[in-house]
T-cell receptor
Framework: SQELEQSPQSLIVQEGKNLTINCTSSKTLYGLYWYKQKYGEGLIFLMMLQKGGEEKSHEKITAKLDEKKQQSSLHITASQPSHAGIYLCGADGVGSTSYGKLTFGQGTILTVHP | DAGVIQSPRHEVTEMGQEVTLRCKPISGHDYLFWYRQTMMRGLELLIYFNNNVPIDDSGMPEDRFSAKMPNASFSTLKIQPSEPRDSAVYFC???????????FGAGTRLSVL
C-alpha cells in the first residue's frame, strides 16, 4: 500500500520566518493534496498537484511536486500566526481496494510565535 | 453548495449507549468517507463508499461500529455499544472521484463517559 512520510513532525517558528514541510511517498504520486487543519476543526483543502515539476502558489504558500512525482514540499513565506495548525498531505491510491481514496501522511504541527 | 454537513457537532454519551453520527455529502460526489481522529493515532480511515456501496471497511475497529449509506445524500456511522476509547473526532468527507478534491465536514466530537 502507498505510504506517505511527512517531515518534520512538528515545527516551531518565529513570525516572519520561512518554513518548508516535506511529504515523501514510497510510490509514484498520481495526485497530491495539501490540507490544513486547525485544532478541533475539519480539514481545509489548500492545493492539488498532479504533474511532475508542478508548482502552485496561493498567497504566501507554495506547493511543489518533484519531477519523479515521489516528493512534495509546502513552503510558507513570512509566516504569520494565522498559518499555525496541522498540515497534512494526501495522495490518490491505486489498486482495487485503494481506488478513489486518499492516503494521508501523519501530519506536521506548525506553531508560529508572534 | 453548503459543503459536507455533519451532525451533531458534539455528542456526549455514557458508556454502553448507542451513538449515531450523520453525514450529508456534497451533491454529485460519488465517494463518501468516514474518518476518526485522535491525538494518539492521528487521522484513520474507517470505511468508504462508492455510489452508496461500501468499498473498504478494513478500518472499522470492531463489530460495534457499522456504517450505512441508504442513498446518495445521506450516510450514518453507528457505534453500539459505545466505549470510552471511542472518544474522538469523527469526520465525514466526500469527493467526485479519483483526481478530484476531497472535502471534509466540520466533524463530530464524541465523548463517551
Amino acid at each position: 500500500s502507498q505510504e506517505l512520510e511527512q517531515s518534520p513532525q512538528s515545527l516551531i517558528v518565529q513570525e516572519g520566518k520561512n518554513l518548508t514541510i516535506n511529504c515523501t511517498s514510497s510510490k509514484t504520486l498520481y495526485g497530491l493534496y495539501w490540507y490544513k487543519q486547525k485544532y478541533g476543526e475539519g480539514l481545509i483543502f489548500l492545493m492539488m498537484l498532479q504533474k511532475g515539476g508542478e508548482e502552485k502558489s496561493h498567497e504566501k504558500i507554495t506547493a511543489k511536486l518533484d519531477e519523479k512525482k515521489q516528493q512534495s514540499s509546502l513552503h510558507i513565506t513570512a509566516s504569520q500566526p494565522s498559518h499555525a495548525g496541522i498540515y497534512l498531505c494526501g495522495a490518490d491510491g491505486v489498486g482495487s481496494t485503494s481506488y478513489g481514496k486518499l492516503t494521508f501522511g501523519q501530519g506536521t504541527i506548525l506553531t508560529v510565535h508572534p | 453548495d453548503a459543503g459536507v454537513i455533519q451532525s451533531p457537532r458534539h455528542e456526549v454519551t455514557e458508556m454502553g449507549q448507542e451513538v449515531t453520527l450523520r453525514c450529508k455529502p456534497i451533491s454529485g460526489h460519488d465517494y463518501l468517507f468516514w474518518y476518526r481522529q485522535t491525538m494518539m493515532r492521528g487521522l484513520e480511515l474507517l470505511i468508504y463508499f462508492n455510489n452508496n456501496v461500501p468499498i473498504d471497511d478494513s478500518g472499522m475497529p470492531e463489530d460495534r461500529f457499522s456504517a450505512k449509506m441508504p442513498n446518495a445524500s445521506f450516510s450514518t456511522l453507528k457505534i453500539q455499544p459505545s466505549e470510552p476509547r471511542d472518544s474522538a473526532v469523527y469526520f465525514c468527507a466526500s469527493r467526485r472521484g479519483f483526481g478530484y478534491i476531497q472535502y471534509f465536514g466540520a466533524g463530530t466530537r464524541l465523548s463517551v463517559l
